[in-house]
């Protein structure tokens, strides 16, 4: 190696181990007692400290540029190359309160973000606490990116007689004693409006009947509907006349 000229150089100025920072590993290397080297040449940058890449592309070529790398080099030699990255713009997020009437069968709105309007429509079946993205419609990229998203927090507020559970639905309902006695027709409310629904004989007060697929939509999910719970309050007469007395005091000797 003595016998080459340049090679001579290299090892006179940067030491035995010139070779290491010539393949790019310049890491614990003292560069500070180089920076006044150099063939009496000053390697500075504009706030004092040493810039290197002069002070390498006179040792080791071209190709050497300041970044972000190892050591604070990049470059064909030191590990990497500046780049410029998109980024995506910031995603909003809003509150949009509905109630359960309107999750029950859709409903869309109109947003105002950033001055834009947006209108919005939501699916039949929306949940409470629910969180649906809106793509495209967040704050705008600063560096050329896409748009961010919207992010809808969902609220259902509960203006019916329901209890809401999962996609089912829960109902009391009052019956009088003769109907469920003696069964009958009775008229009861869904969601979607009133039906008609048949109350079996002797049916005890407490008793939940199934109303398959009148529950809430499955949200994103066509013809798929939770159920609908009819829980039987049985409602006993008031203020009975002495001949309904005397009817029910019989009825009480024949059941014994």
Not at 73 to 87: D, K, V
Not at 108 to 133: A, F, Y
Not at 207 to 222: A, D, N, T
């Amino acid at each position: 190696m003595l016998g080459n000229d340049e090679k001579r150089t290299k090892y006179d100025q940067l030491g035995s181990n010139w070779q290491q920072y010539q393949q790019g590993d310049a890491g614990g290397f003292d560069f500070s007692q180089w920076a006044r080297q150099g063939g009496g040449k000053q390697y500075r940058t504009s706030s004092g400290g040493a810039d290197f890449s002069d002070f390498f592309e006179s040792f080791f070529g071209g190709g050497f540029s300041q970044g972000s790398s190892r050591g604070g080099f990049s470059g064909s030699r030191f590990g990497g190359r500046a780049g410029y990255r998109q980024m995506k713009g910031q995603d909003y997020e809003a509150r949009l309160s509905l109630n359960l009437t309107d999750a029950y069968h859709g409903t869309s709105t109109v947003l105002n973000v950033d001055g834009e309007k947006i209108k919005v429509s939501l699916k039949p079946g929306v949940r409470d606490k629910q969180k649906l993205r809106v793509k495209g419609k967040g704050g705008k990229s600063a560096t050329g990116g896409n748009n961010g998203d919207l992010i809808l927090k969902i609220t259902v507020i509960n203006n019916t007689a329901f209890t809401l559970k999962g996609v089912d639905l829960y109902l009391n309902q009052d019956v009088d004693l003769y109907t469920a006695l003696l069964g009958g027709k009775l008229t009861t409310n869904t969601i979607k409006g009133p039906i008609t629904i048949n109350i079996p004989k002797e049916t005890q007060n407490g008793k939940v009947l199934r109303m398959k697929k009148l529950g809430m939509p499955v949200y994103g999910k066509k013809e798929e509907f939770g159920d609908l719970y009819v829980k039987i309050n049985v409602l006993l007469p008031k203020d009975l006349k002495q001949e309904e007395i005397a009817l029910f005091e019989k009825l009480s000797e024949m059941r014994k």
